[in-house]
């Protein structure tokens, strides 16, 4: 396992991250995806910032840092490798024949910071001119350890993940606001971002927020049993789709090993997931999400909206994309 890393392809893979950086900034929803990361994050944390670093810190990476990385970082001990298939004793040769004489003595464990909830935080990233903007409205959230996780996969689906969930039933079906609203639970290593994700006209954005606010409190409209029936059905249903071929098999334990879990959460949550009632469907979302501390995203144009959120109550501090890129 000694790469190469010439200069030439180190300087290609910059640029590419550039051009990345480039399409991030000219697209509203990936945009609001990060800012609403950096807002929920303590900034002190790796994982506020763009995972794959921002132009300037891009800009000096030079060829000689990089083997250095590798030299220090990568290690044999902190692999995991997924094969997924009909297997035989001749992948097991090809493995140990390709990784068998991996080592690195030398190399160093990174840290792994495990980031914590930033207090509220109410952005306005302007984009002049633009007819819609993508709202990102929630909370820093749970990763799959945590006790509520089946609770709150119950609670997200039937507030924000099924077609006619509450946010979408009243947003998109009723009001015509959007061509679609979500609740999304993205789970980290170590928590997770919980928010409202989607795209409104910029005439209707202020009470599309309200009311997506207004409809994520479950304070005084709890998870019904019916609606747990759904969620358990939906997730009991579709998680042996993800795994019905060999791609599927290695694209999700990949992402399980990534965030430090074994293979053995998959049948463990759906056990969990048959224990969730309405009432503690319903109390994990009003932890996780309580109407007083959630953070807000908003990429529109300023002009439009500033003063309109700030009569509404939410009022919200104006960045660029660039700027906040650089955060």
Known sequence: MT??????????????????????????????????????????????????????????????????????????????????????????????????????????QPEHQAPTRRRLHRWLIDRPGAVAADVRLGAFGIDRTDPRWADLQVAAHAVGGAFLSRLNKVLREERGFTYGVHLVNQPMRSGGLLAVQGSFRTEVVVEAISTAAALIDLRHSPITEPEVAQAVSFHAGSAPLRFATAQGVTQNLAGLVAAGVTADFIDANLVSLSHVTAASATDALIELLPSEALSLVVVGDAASLKDPLADAGWAATTYSATKLLHR
């Open 3 to 108: 790469p190469e890393l010439a200069a030439d392809q180190v300087e290609r893979h910059c640029e590419l991250r550039l051009a990345e950086i480039e399409q991030t900034l000219a697209s509203s929803a990936r945009l609001a995806q990060q800012a609403f990361r950096t807002a929920s994050i303590r900034p002190r944390y790796r994982a506020s910032r763009l995972a794959g670093g921002n132009p300037t810190t891009v800009a000096a990476i030079t060829p000689t840092a990089v083997a250095a990385y590798h030299q220090r970082t990568y290690r044999p001990d902190g692999a995991t490798l997924i094969i997924s298939g009909e297997l035989d004793a001749t992948v097991l040769r090809l493995v140990e024949a390709a990784f068998g004489g991996w080592d690195q003595p030398v190399a160093t």
